[in-house]
T-cell receptor
Framework: AQSVTQPDIHITVSEGASLELRCNYSYGATPYLFWYVQSPGQGLQLLLK??????LVQGIKGFEAEFKRSQSSFNLRKPSVHWSDAAEYFCAVVPMEYGNKLVFGAGTILRVKS | DAGVTQSPTHLIKTRGQQVTLRCSPI?????VSWYQQVLGQGPQFIFQ???????GRGNFPDRFSARQFPNYSSELNVNALLLGDSALYLC????????????FGPGTRLTVL
C-alpha cells in the first residue's frame, strides 16, 4: 500500500547530541518530500523540502535531510540538538499523481534531555 | 506578510450540531487545503480548493463540505457532529494548484461533547 512510514514514535536525545529522524515512503514515482515540525497545540511549520536536484537539502533551524532513492528514504538530521527542538516532527509527501494532497507519516515525538 | 489565519482558535460543540471553520490564506495564494489531525496522528487530507473550485477530496463523509470565496478565503463545514470529529483542523495555502509548498495555519481545535 502507498504510505509514509516514520518508524520511531518517540526519540529522546541529550542536548548537544546529533539527531536523525527516519522517514520511508512507498510510491512508484519519486514524490515531492517535506518535513514539518509541530509544537504542542500549534500548526505545522515547514522545515525543508525536496523536489529535485541535490539530494542533500538544507532547511531552517540547522536541519538537513537526505533523499536516497534506492532506499525510498528522506531522513532528517541535525548535528547538535537544542532544548527548543523538542516537538513532533512529520514527514510528508505529495505523490506525483495526486495534485497537491499531502500524505503524512504518523510523526515522531522528539524529547530533549539536559 | 501575514501567514495563514484561522478562526476560531477553539470550539466546543455537542453531538448533532453543525460547525463552520474559517481560513484566510497567505496573500497571493490561490489554493487552500483542509486537514484533520486527530490526537496522536498525522494530519489527514480533507479538501483542496483552487480558484473557488474543488480540486481534491479525501476519504471523509458527505457531512464534510467546504467552499472558497472570490478573495480565496475558505470555510469548512461539518454537519451532524460526532464525537470522532473532535480534532485539530488545519488549513494550508499554496500559490499553485499542484505539487507546491503548503503553509499551515495554527489550526482550530474542535471538541465535540
Amino acid at each position: 500500500a502507498q504510505s509514509v512510514t516514520q518508524p520511531d514514535i518517540h526519540i529522546t536525545v541529550s542536548e548537544g547530541a546529533s539527531l536523525e529522524l527516519r522517514c520511508n515512503y512507498s510510491y512508484g514515482a519519486t514524490p515531492y518530500l517535506f518535513w514539518y515540525v509541530q509544537s504542542p497545540g500549534q500548526g505545522l511549520q515547514l522545515l525543508l523540502k525536496y523536489f529535485s536536484g541535490d539530494t542533500l537539502v538544507q532547511g531552517i533551524k540547522g536541519f538537513e535531510a537526505e533523499f536516497k532513492r534506492s532506499q525510498s528514504s528522506f531522513n532528517l538530521r541535525k548535528p547538535s540538538v537544542h532544548w527548543s527542538d523538542a516537538a513532533e516532527y512529520f514527514c510528508a509527501v505529495v505523490p506525483m499523481e495526486y495534485g497537491n494532497k499531502l500524505v503524512f507519516g504518523a510523526g515522531t515525538i522528539l524529547r530533549v534531555k539536559s | 506578510d501575514a501567514g495563514v489565519t484561522q478562526s476560531p482558535t477553539h470550539l466546543i460543540k455537542t453531538r448533532g450540531q453543525q460547525v463552520t471553520l474559517r481560513c484566510s490564506p497567505i496573500s497571493g495564494h490561490k489554493s487552500v487545503s483542509w486537514y484533520q489531525q486527530v490526537l496522536g496522528q498525522g494530519p489527514q487530507f480533507i479538501f483542496q480548493y483552487y480558484e473557488k473550485e474543488e480540486r481534491g477530496r479525501g476519504n471523509f463523509p458527505d457531512r464534510f463540505s467546504a467552499r472558497q470565496f472570490p478573495n480565496y478565503s475558505s470555510e469548512l463545514n461539518v454537519n451532524a457532529l460526532l464525537l470522532g470529529d473532535s480534532a485539530l483542523y488545519l488549513c494550508a495555502s499554496s500559490v499553485l494548484e499542484n505539487t507546491d509548498t503548503q503553509y499551515f495555519g495554527p489550526g482550530t481545535r474542535l471538541t465535540v461533547l
